[in-house]
């Protein structure tokens, strides 16, 4: 089981829609953990580390979204793991 953790930001009407709440809640379904805040420029961005596998069902999910988003676009870096990383904050 490889951890890795990466940033991702997402862009579209992801403001306003329930999409944080909704990406920790599916978050802490797979049992992930790190953050997820707003951006002035109205896109969204997040911070997730755990297993390779769930973050690739994490991945798939943010292209999809919340109920009422509309996603353009979601760009995923790849970033050091932090040892002290625990659940799963929107910020």
């Known amino acids: 089981m490889a951890i890795k953790r990466i940033?991702?930001?997402v862009s579209g009407r992801v403001q306003?829609?329930?999409?944080?709440?909704?990406t920790q809640e599916e978050a802490q379904n797979l049992c992930l953990s790190g953050w997820v805040r707003n951006l002035p420029d109205?896109?969204?961005?997040?911070?997730i580390q755990g297993d390779e596998l769930d973050l690739q069902r994490m991945i798939a999910w943010l292209h999809q979204g919340s109920p009422h988003s509309v996603v353009t676009d979601v760009t995923v870096t790849q970033k050091?793991?932090?040892?002290?990383?625990?659940?799963?904050d929107i910020t």
């Open 42 to 47: 109205g896109s969204v961005e997040a911070e």
């Open 16 to 22: 306003g829609v329930f999409f944080r709440a909704c």
């Open 7 to 9: 940033h991702v930001r």
């Open 80 to 88: 050091e793991t932090i040892e002290t990383s625990h659940g799963f």
